[in-house]
């Protein structure tokens, strides 16, 4: 399932037994050497990146107290990064749906948006948690409304419709793919996506990935301004953030984001717009590794905390 905390143990059970094993096979090192850089003959010194921060003691901290691994990369419009095990490889649960509803902003026609869908009461059986399908099984939405109802809601049903319109999980893969997104792995619809077996990258991504993704959204030219607009506000209604990076922003800071958890997973991905106008995106992925836990808002909460310090 998705916010509604439906178990889902397989990750977790795994993560108990292989933790270790996961994040370093997750991790892509190598041991190649890199291209020596090109000779700069311009005179104008190329500027300074900032400074990375090293938030490593303070996350680790976090995940020996509630029994968790984190991930987290958080990106600024100024190129500064903050982040912890970024490359490490977790599922990433109702956190796509964000992705799904840009895929259509992306690729549909306003007037194909506009298209109105019906669905079955056997649909909402199968898809689980659906707060705003299962209300209009008699008279439909729009596709627009579904992608909608995905990202604030959390609806199951509402994702699947939005899914199966893009020609399936693979269409929403390829949507990443185009963007330059070659890690996230895209396989199944509502509520299988929250599903990870061990050994097999499917239904899961890193916080680099994701966040770099979300970037390319709205600072990139992947949706016109209608669209990035209308993202934006779907993502600020989201009804199960407050508790999370929303909780750790400083007062005057504004918090668009898209939640997701299941089992001992918990996610948040977010465009976090500060008093002066600057964009921070940020992704923090969550597992526990006691495999009959539930997943734990503070966790989430916490990291961005630390992490939103540091801009």
Same mark, same amino acid.
């Given at each position: 399932?998705?916010?509604?905390?439906?178990?889902?143990?397989?990750?977790?059970?795994?993560?108990?037994?292989?933790?270790?094993? +996961?994040?370093?096979?997750?991790?892509?090192?190598?041991?190649?050497?890199?291209?020596?850089?090109?000779?700069?003959?311009?005179?104008?010194?190329?500027?300074?990146?900032?400074?990375?921060?090293?938030?490593?003691?303070?996350?680790?901290?976090?995940?020996?107290?509630?029994?968790?691994?984190?991930?987290?990369?958080?990106?600024?419009?100024?190129?500064?990064? *903050?982040?912890?095990?970024?490359?490490?490889?977790?599922? /990433?649960?109702?956190?796509?749906?964000?992705?799904?509803?840009?895929?259509?902003?992306?690729?549909?026609?306003?007037?194909?948006?506009?298209?109105?869908?019906?669905?079955?009461?056997?649909?909402?059986?199968?898809?689980? /948690?659906?707060?705003?399908?299962?209300?209009?099984?008699?008279?439909?939405?729009?596709?627009?409304?579904?992608?909608?109802?995905? *990202?604030?809601?959390?609806?199951?049903?509402?994702?699947?419709?939005?899914?199966?319109?893009?020609?399936?999980?693979?269409? *929403?893969?390829?949507?990443?793919?185009?963007?330059?997104?070659?890690?996230?792995?895209?396989?199944?619809?509502?509520?299988?996506?929250?599903?990870?077996?061990?050994?097999?990258?499917?239904?899961?991504?890193?916080?680099?990935?994701?966040?770099?993704?979300?970037?390319?959204?709205?600072?990139?030219?992947?949706?016109?301004?209608?669209?990035?607009?209308?993202?934006?506000?779907?993502?600020?209604?989201?009804?199960?953030?407050?508790?999370?990076?929303?909780?750790?922003?400083?007062?005057?800071?504004? +918090?668009?984001?898209?939640?997701?958890?299941?089992?001992?997973?918990?996610?948040? +991905?977010?465009?976090?717009?500060?008093?002066?106008?600057?964009?921070? /995106?940020?992704?923090?992925?969550?597992?526990?590794?006691?495999?009959?836990?539930? /997943?734990?808002?503070?966790?989430?909460?916490? *990291?961005?905390? +630390?992490?939103?310090?540091?801009?």
């Amino acid at each position: 399932m998705t916010d509604a905390k439906r178990t889902t143990t397989t990750w977790t059970r795994a993560l108990a037994v292989s933790a270790l094993a +996961v994040v370093l096979a997750a991790s892509g090192c190598s041991s190649d050497p890199a291209p020596p850089s090109p000779v700069n003959t311009d005179q104008t010194a190329a500027p300074t990146p900032p400074a990375a921060a090293d938030i490593g003691p303070q996350i680790r901290a976090i995940e020996a107290e509630f029994a968790v691994t984190v991930g987290v990369a958080a990106m600024r419009d100024d190129g500064r990064i *903050v982040d912890h095990d970024a490359d490490v490889r977790l599922p /990433y649960a109702s956190t796509m749906k964000v992705f799904i509803a840009a895929a259509l902003l992306a690729t549909a026609s306003p007037e194909e948006r506009g298209t109105g869908v019906r669905w079955t009461a056997s649909q909402i059986d199968a898809a689980g /948690y659906s707060p705003v399908t299962s209300e209009h099984l008699d008279d439909g939405l729009s596709l627009d409304a579904l992608a909608e109802a995905a *990202v604030r809601d959390s609806d199951n049903t509402a994702a699947n419709l939005v899914m199966e319109s893009l020609g399936g999980p693979a269409a *929403v893969q390829d949507f990443l793919r185009a963007r330059g997104d070659t890690t996230t792995v895209v396989t199944a619809y509502e509520p299988e996506l929250n599903v990870v077996v061990p050994g097999s990258d499917d239904n899961t991504s890193t916080p680099s990935a994701l966040a770099t993704s979300l970037k390319s959204l709205v600072d990139g030219d992947s949706l016109d301004t209608g669209s990035r607009e209308t993202l934006l506000d779907w993502m600020s209604g989201n009804a199960t953030g407050d508790a999370l990076i929303r909780s750790a922003a400083p007062a005057g800071w504004a +918090v668009a984001d898209k939640s997701g958890g299941a089992g001992g997973v918990r996610n948040d +991905v977010a465009v976090v717009t500060t008093g002066s106008g600057e964009r921070i /995106y940020i992704a923090i992925l969550t597992a526990k590794t006691d495999p009959d836990a539930a /997943y734990d808002d503070e966790v989430v909460e916490q *990291v961005a905390r +630390v992490v939103l310090a540091e801009f």
